[in-house]
């Protein structure tokens, strides 16, 4: 469908749509499943652009394994560095716990940031706590919590490098397309897009 656009036109479709995946990006911050809602919005260009065959199974099962890779990471990291600083499986599972209840707590605050914040503290909080219960010492158990904490900031920081992974690789497929624009509506194009 794209390729019977005029090229102007099918470049501009493709930018904003790439731009909005971009954006659905960002949701990871948030504490959103922004790598699914990007492989939602995937499969909705694929539905409207039927004649997109570089977007085949292929391509999806990549985007799925990635977007899998992504959560994945996300709790590996916060159960390894969690472990790393000395906390037990029980500390591990209560941080994990409370990084999702402090992401869900704090996430109206800091418009919308505080999801972030809240899940830092709260593994920290879960983990504490359950480390305290269990008669861990307080600097142990401060460590143990601070692990989880920063496993759960790379787990963030690992989710979002695969989703800036996933709209890279679909920016190739997007733009193999777009059928070839004249030099002069290249140069304006450019030009627009460098004062957006």
């Known amino acids: 469908m794209i390729s019977v656009l005029p090229p102007t036109l099918a470049y501009m479709l493709a930018s904003a749509f790439l731009g909005l995946l971009g954006l659905v ?3 990871n911050i948030f504490w959103l499943p922004s790598n699914w809602i990007l492989l939602g919005l995937l499969s909705l260009w694929k539905y409207l ?11 999806f099962s990549l985007m799925i394994g990635l977007a899998v890779l992504g959560e ?8 390894i560095k969690a472990r790393k600083y000395g906390s037990t499986s029980s500390g591990t599972f209560a941080g994990m716990i409370g990084a999702i209840a402090g992401a869900i707590l704090l ?30 010492p307080t600097a142990k ?9 920063v496993g759960r900031f790379l787990g963030t920081v690992c989710k979002c490098g695969i989703g800036g992974a996933m709209l890279a690789l679909t920016g190739r497929y997007v733009w193999h397309q777009i059928p ?13 897009t460098l004062f957006c």
Not at 141 to 149: C, K, R, T
Not at 180 to 192: A, Q, R, Y
């Open 141 to 149: 158990a401060v460590d143990a919590a601070f692990g989880a904490m």
């Open 72 to 79: 994945v990471l996300e709790m590996a990291m916060q159960i």
């Open 49 to 59: 652009h039927p004649d997109a065959t570089a977007m085949g199974v292929l391509f």
């Open 180 to 192: 070839s624009l004249p030099e002069s509506e290249k140069m304006v194009l450019n030009i627009v």
């Open 107 to 136: 996430a109206p605050l800091f418009f919308g940031l505080g999801a972030l914040i809240g899940a830092l503290l709260g593994a920290w909080i879960g983990c504490f706590l359950m480390e305290r219960l269990k008669g861990m």
């Open 25 to 27: 990006l960002l949701l």
